[in-house]
Every structure is written in C-alpha cells, then in structure tokens.
C-alpha cells in the first residue's frame, strides 16, 4: 500500500473556507455571489476527484499541517472511507448550492449573504472531518461545524429559531464538551496517541475493560449528531432551517459526520476485534435497533413533512450505526455505502419538501392531497426517494440494505434482520401515503388542485438529478461498495 | 551606550521616566501624552522580546540593578517563565494602550495627562514585580500596582467606582500586608531577601514553623491579590465599574502576574517538594480551585451585566490557573502557564468588547448588546473568536491550555478538577451564546423570515464599526487567539518546557 505526501486535502479543505470572504464581499451582486460558491464547489470536488485513483489503488495521501503535541497534531490522510464521505458531501454540495438558488429566491429570503458565506465553511468542516487522520483533528472540524451550521439553523431569526438553535447548540456542542473532551483526553493520556489506525490502537493500551466500556459510550453519545436516542431531539427541532440547509446538513453533512466519526472509533481507535471481544458492539447494536424502530414509530405519527423526514433520518443514520455494530465485513461495508444512498435519496426527499413549500406555502402532509397533478415532476422525485429510504430497487438503497441484511446473517444477528425489515414496512408505512394521496386522491377529497406549476427549474432540476442519481446508483453502486472496502481493508 | 545586557532595565526604566515625561507634556499640550505612551510601551515591548529572545538562546539572565552585586543589590532574573508573563504584559499593555485613545477621551477628558501616567506606572509596576528576583522589591512595586490600580478604578463612574475602589484599597491593603508579614518571617528566619539566596537557605529550615507559616501567610496575601475565590471579593465591583482604559489594562494583567508570582514563589524561593507537601498533598489547594471554577462560573451565569459577567468569569479562571499549577506534575504546570499567556489575551478580547460596546451603546448591560452582529460584524466576530476560546474550542488557544490541564487532572487522579474544568466549559457555552443570542436575535418583536423581513427589520440597523484605534487592537488580539492556539505546540516546546521545574 502506497502512502503520498500531498498538500491536496488541505487544499480540498480549504478551498470553501477561502470562499468565504469572497462571497462576503459580493452581497450586493447575487449572481457573482453563487458564482464563487460554485467555482469554490468545482474545485472542491475536482480536487476529490483527483485524489480519486491513489485512494482506488489502495492508496493513502497524508498532509500534516501542525503538530501541536507529541502524537497530537492537525494533519489529514484520506483513505477509502473518509473519500466516500468526501465525494458525497461535495457532489451534493454543488447540486445543494443550484436548489438554494431557486430555494432562497423564490422565497425572497433575508441574509442571503451569510447563509451562502456560512454555508461554504460548513462545507470546509465537513471534508475536514472526512479527512481527519487522527481524532484530535476530527473533533476540529466537528466543533467547527457545529458552529458553522449554528447561524444556518437560526437563519430566520425569529423565536422559534432562537428556541431551536439553542437546543441545537445544548445537544451538539454540550456533549461534545462534557462526553467526547474528555473521552479524548483520557485516549490520549493512556494510550500516547489520537491517530486512527485501521483495526484500533487502544487493543493494546492496558486499559481496564470497565474504563474501555466508558470510553466507548462517551464517544457514542458525544457524537450526538448521529442522533442515537435519547441524544435525537435536536434534529427535529432543526427543521426550523430554510430547507437546503435541512437538506445538505440534516440529511447529509451534519447527521453523517456524526455516524462517521462513530464508524472512526469502531473502526480507528478501538477496533473491530477488541469492540467484539468486549460485547460492545452487542450494546452499540441494540442501541441502534431502539433508534431505529422508535424513530420509524414517531415519523408515522408526524404531520410536519420535514418533522416526519427528520425522523425518518434518525432511523436511518441508526442503520449505518447498526452496520459499524455488526462488526461483520458485510454488515460494516453496508453501513458505510449506505451514507452514500441514503444522502441521495433523503436530500430528494427534502428537496421536495422545499420545491412544494416554494410552490405552494404547504408545510403539513394533510394538505397535500392531490398535490401530484400541479407538480408531478417533484411528486415522482418523491416516489424515487422514498423508494431510495425504504430500500427498493431500482434505487441505490436497496443495495445498501441488501448488504446491511446480509451483515446481520454474518453477525448471526438474526433479530436485527428483523428490525431491519420491520422498519423498512414503518419506512414505507410513512412515506407510500404520502405519494399514493398526492396522485391518486379522489377528486372530492383533494386539497391541492391543478394545474400544473412547478416550484422554479433551479428547484426542481436539483431534485431530479438528484433522484436520477438515486437510481442511477442502483445499477453502479461498485464506487462505493469499493470505497468502503478499500477502506475497511477488506 | 546601551547594550543588549541593559534591556532588562531598559524595560523597567524607560516606562518609569515616561511617566515623569507624560506628566510634564501634559502641562505643555495633552495631545503629547497618547504617542509618549505608545512610544514607551513600545520600547519596553521590544526590550522583552529581545530578553526573552536571549533568554531562548543563551538560557536565564541576571542583571544587577546599578551594579550592586546579590544578595545586598536589587536582582533581576529573567528566565523562561516570566520571560514569557513580561513579554506577555508588555504586548497586552501595548494593546490597550492603543485602543485607550478615544474612550479616555470620551470617559475622562480632563484628566488625560494624570490618567495616563497612572497607567503607565501601573505597567512599570507589573513589569518590575515579574522582573525582579529579590522579595521585598517585589512587595514595593505590588504597592505601586496597587496604588495606581486604586485611582485608575476610582476614576470610573462617580456614582460607583470609589466606592468599589475603596473596598478594593481594604482588601488588596490586607493582602499586601500579609505578603509583607510572609517575607518578614523570611528575612528573620535567613537574613536575606534575594530570591536566588533564600532558595539555597532555606531547605535547611523546611521543617521549622516560622518557614512553614511564612509559606502559607505568603500564598494568602497574594491569593487575595489574584482573586482567589472566596478571597475574591473586590474584584468584580472594581473591574465593572473602573473605566474602559483601566479594565481593559488590569483585567488581563493583575490575576495573572499574581498567579505567575505564585508559582515564582512555589518554585524558586520555596522548592517544588515543598510547596507541594506543606499542605499534606497538595490536594486542598486543587479543591479549592475546583470551588473557585464552579463558583466563579455559577456566579457569572446570574449576571445582567456583560462586563460583570467577565469579572465573575476572571475569578472562575484564577481557578483554572492555581489548580494547574497544584496538581503538581508537568502536564498541569504546563497548561497553567500556558493558560497565563491565554487568559491575558482572552481576557483583554472580551473586555476590548465590552469598551466597544460601551462606547458605542453607552452601557455594558446584556439589553446594550442588541442587534450587535448586524451593527458591528467585525467586533462581534473578534468577540465570538474570544468566547470560543473561553469555552474551550479549538483551534483557539483556550482549548489547548484545556487540554494540558485536563491531562495533569488525569495523571493526578483529580477527577473533581477534571469535572470543574468541563462544567466551566458548559457554562462558558451558555453564558456566551446567551450574548451571541441577544446581539444575534434581538431586537425582538420585528418580524423577520420569508418576506417582509428584508425591509422591516434588517436595513434599521446600519453597520456602524467602532473607531479603527479600538477595532484594529481587538481584531490583533482575537487573531492571536487562534494563532497561539495553532501554534501553541511550539510555544510549549520552546518555551513553557523549560518553565517547568526539573523533575517534573
């Protein structure tokens, strides 16, 4: 395995955050403005991309930028899961950026400045995550993005946001602060380093069983953004959010960052091998399976379309948690891939959401009976989402499912095939309704009547690519199958 | 000529004789006072990075002051340690000089010339109470802190600061009188005032009583100088209510000098070994510090006022420096004088804010803050560069000395320090976004959001920047924030390592 020194996950990282004072400086000219963010986007991802084949071959690229301690240091290394990660985050970042175009203007929405402006360093933070070669670095970018996301969520300004943005901050940064800080330090004090290393570095520590069960749980509950129950409730207060941001960051960035920097201890600190030999991955999967069964349970009870689609993204981020838990190669590989088709479909369905909310003002499910005749375009993007969610081919969720499935079998975890399938059934119990109502409603009972108009192409052409490449992920999901594998060494 | 073996002086000197000057060109023309000022601290902040340069280099320096040989001579002694805490007090005073201009102007019109030769011989003291390695030097120039500290507070708000001012006088009074009594049991015990000498006397005397109390009579005096909760009484009134030149001078500078002259005392006249086993384990003395944390952080959460929040804040972070240096092992010896050099500059971030603010609003209450962010971007961004490093997020200083300190909990076993250090983080992430909040949100009652935001609400406030004078210096410092945070490993190795007592 060949391992490059190179300045270009720096440079990946960096190029959103330089964005910043650009599209600061260009307030009064908004299509110069979006300019800057999509150049930052392209070079964004073509950097990504350029990293590409080293990581395909079984490559590494390191860049260490500071070394603040022994074994501390800021530094970067991509491998195949944190260049999943990273081609995820970017590719939906451009077509983020389009949907917040017709988004944002179609609602004549205040402070655009700063939302593009914190937008771009949210960005920054996420590939940083995905980027991180050690913890200490990880949990940088984590803050960073905490922080950044904060204004984003608040945008509107008003009580609501206020109140939301402050139990958004209590969840995120408070464990943050009181469980993953000290969980590091401890780390660091024991064990001499932060850096992750495939298969775990702390087997060998000397730690006591007890402090390593501690340890573990401080960082899966301080990565609070993965929402594993009881730490979920500020994703759902989070749909306060202009949709875009709801739907890049409560589908994509932030909620990932959380399960991947889980995947990074299961996978980086502790291991595989020392999580099984201590029965915590047993406890990390039952967690996860409460996750996902109360989620699904409460999204069906949701009238609040956003409400229900955040729930139905704590049940999901809790499938990727349950693949890092089976510690089997199919069930970890599924889990992985399925950051991927889970971020297609969700930010499809949240796109959605934003295109009806632009075209009609409608925020609840019960008004949107009938709504398939004035916009069928976005209401068939619906259908292939909630497919994509659900898990059902031709949708690249399926695949990820598939692999999830078999996991369980591997681990000899056969209720959790259970639960995986019961939630699939609540996943389509909330989300086939919705599509058969806005089509198929009988005339008398529609609450939206024709005729046709759609939200403005700059929404409606994101939320058909993206469903389109949901689809199309179905038939080429051998990127990220690779990807994970490469990156869990398998 | 004056040689770089005079720079140790220098430092001290050329501040003294500018406070004759300032005087005297006050009576000529009071526009003469600000650049004379800027002109001295400037000199003397060159002079301490050349020292401490040579300090790097070539390791400690003694400089005798007129010649006159130890222990009968007044010594100077820099070496890593208050290398550093001079380098550090010369820049923030040079900052807050800088940014004095027009709230000195504005808060004390009349008084220019006398203000600012009180100013500048509060630094002469600071930095002769760093410099100096003989004991009783030290005790006159904590006096001349002291007493221009007094009339720099008392020229605040008429209503409120001599009041503060004067409870301040009792109480530093009484903690300087006990410093005086703790060097008395010296001398009578050794016969020497030097520093250097009773380091070497002394051991001999360890077990004797007179030593032992001398040792606790000394931490007491300068614990009620630095604040140490429940000796911190005088502080927050006097911080508050001083006005905006002094606060933002004082704040920053006075605890941690203090804190750094414990730790002189700890580790060059008393040793290490000692200092560490007169209270059993040192043990009491981190609880204590855990009190004052956790005290310090709950009182400043019931505050109204922003600028009386800050001060509660200070007491809470004395906490974090004293229990740093008891948990008595590297990694918390490390993190409290790397908190020294954080905190100063932290410090002086916030109360740089709080001048603005009052400048600009007229007052320092939470309802002044309203609708900061949009009238002021760039100060409200420098502040929230500060609060983040008060709560502890990297890659801004105030997370690394954190984190040394969390480490020298953990290899102590202090598990109830660890615990204080990351609830004052909690309630540091409270108290600042409950300001962020109120610039951020309010004024309230407008309606924001989809439409009818963009007239109504967001074009009333018009971006109006404080002065560049006050902006520029707080712009600096919030910059060095992150710049010590990211290079904070190289501060570590190049320097607080060798501050650090051998054997730890």
Known sequence: METMVSIKPLLAVLVSLAAVAPIAFSGSRPNRREGWTFGAGIIKLALILSMLPTVLAGGEIRYTVAELLPGLAIAFRVDGLGMLFALVASSLWLVTS??????????????????????????????????????????????????????LVTHHQDHEA??????????????????????????????????????????????????????????????????????????????VAPTPVSALLHAVAVVKVGVFAIFRIVTGVFGPDLLRELGLGQWLAILAAITILVASLIALSQDGLKRRLAFSTIGQLSYIILGAALLSPKGMTGGLVHIGMHAYGKITLFFCAGAIFVATGLKNISDLDGIGKRMPVT??????????????????????KWYLLQGTLQAEQQVMLFVLLSSSLLNAAYFLPIVYRAFFCPPAECRVHGPLREAPLWCVVPLVVTALCSIGLFFYPDLFRRLAEIGLGL | MIGPEQYPAVMIVVPLLAAFAINLAGLIDRRFCYPLLLLALGVAAAAALAVLGQVMRDGPISYRLGGWPPPMGIEYVVDHLNGLVLVVTCVVAFLAAVYSKRSVERELPDKIPYFYTLFILAVTGLLGMTITGDAFNLYVLMEITALTNYALIAAGRADRAPMASFTYIIIGTIGASFYLLGVGHLYIMTGSLNMADLRTILPELYTTHAVIASFIILLLGLWIKMAFFPLHGWLPNAYTHAPTATGCLIAPLVTKVSVYIMARLMFSVYSPEFSYRVFGPAEPVVWMAVAAIVAGSLMALAQKDFKKMLTYLIVAEVGYMVGGLWLANRYGITGAVLHIVNDALMTLCLFFTAGIVVYKMKGHAFTDLRGLFRKMPLTMAAFTVGALSMIGVPPTAGFFSKWYLLLGAIEAGQWGFMAALLFSSLINAVLFFKVIEIAYFEPCGVQHGHDGGQAAAHDVIAVDEAPFSMLAPLVLVSAALLAIGIYSGSLVTNIIQYAVPAGF
């Open chain 1, 98 to 151: 389009a949907y917040s175009i017709g988004y944002m203007r179609g609602l004549k929405e205040h402070s655009q400045t700063r939302y593009f402006a914190f937008f771009a360093v949210a960005l920054s933070a996420t590939i940083g995550v995905a980027f991180a070669a050690n913890l200490f670095t990880l949990y940088l970018f984590y803050e960073m993005l905490s922080l950044a996301t904060y204004p």
């Open chain 1, 162 to 239: 206020r109140l939301a943005g402050r139990r958004y901050l209590a969840y995120i940064l408070g464990t943050s602060i009181a469980f993953v800080l000290p969980a590091m330090v401890i780390v660091y004090q024991q064990a001499g380093s932060l850096d992750f290393v495939r298969g775990g570095f702390l087997a060998g520590a000397g730690l006591s069983p007890a402090l390593l069960g501690l340890l573990f749980f401080l960082f899966v509950f301080g990565f609070a953004k993965a929402a594993i129950m009881p730490f979920h409730a500020w994703l759902p207060a989070a749909m």
């Open chain 1, 379 to 400: 209401m068939a993007a619906f259908f292939v989402g909630s497919l994509s969610v659900i898990g059902l081919p031709p949708t690249g969720g399926f695949f990820s």
